[in-house]
């Protein structure tokens, strides 16, 4: 039996892509380099980390081919994704590998950190200040716009100080 709407979309799984060879991919574990993304998106709706390419121009030698290059269906139509990025994003002390999309919002998957990485998010009623709780405890506080959640990073919180 199919559920939800899961049968109007053809599976398009993912394909394999050509990686570069091991020299030139930067170990995660030694990850420093850090996005010029203002807030990322809290989206329950994707699989993925993704960030803009306007937001790691800066570092763009370091943008990789990924060992897998997923299809995702977008309000624009499918995407096809071969890029992708290690960054570290200060705000959860955490090391990610969002793929590098032209003309996305940067976007944290919630459903990813939930399921597999121990993290809880918390919403409650009638609240504007859900939270991630990450596995030992500490809470991460998200900000709401417009009934969206929002982890807002250093550089937004610079921007708002320069322009107050």
């Not at 955490?94 to 944290?108: C, G």
């Not at 405890?137 to 929002?150: A, D, F, W």
């Amino acid at each position: 039996m199919l559920s939800g709407l899961s049968f109007l979309l053809p599976s398009v799984p993912a394909a394999a892509c050509m990686r570069r060879d091991a020299s030139s991919d930067r170990s995660e574990e030694s990850c420093v380099n850090v996005s010029n993304t203002r807030r990322w998106l809290v989206d329950s709706g994707s699989a993925w980390d993704l960030v803009d390419m306007g937001n790691v121009k800066h570092v763009k030698d370091l943008i990789r081919t990924p060992q897998v290059c997923p299809r995702l269906w977008t309000a624009n139509g499918i995407t096809y994704v071969d890029k992708e990025f290690p960054l570290y994003v200060p705000e959860l002390d955490e090391e990610s590998v969002p793929f590098v999309l032209k003309d996305t919002p940067d976007v944290l998957t919630m459903g990813r950190r939930c399921m597999n990485e121990g993290y809880t998010f918390v919403w409650k009623a009638n609240s504007d200040k859900p939270y991630f709780r990450k596995p030992d405890g500490t809470r991460i506080i998200v900000e709401v716009e417009n009934y969206v959640p929002y982890l807002v990073t250093d550089l937004e919180m610079s921007a708002v100080a320069v322009l107050s």
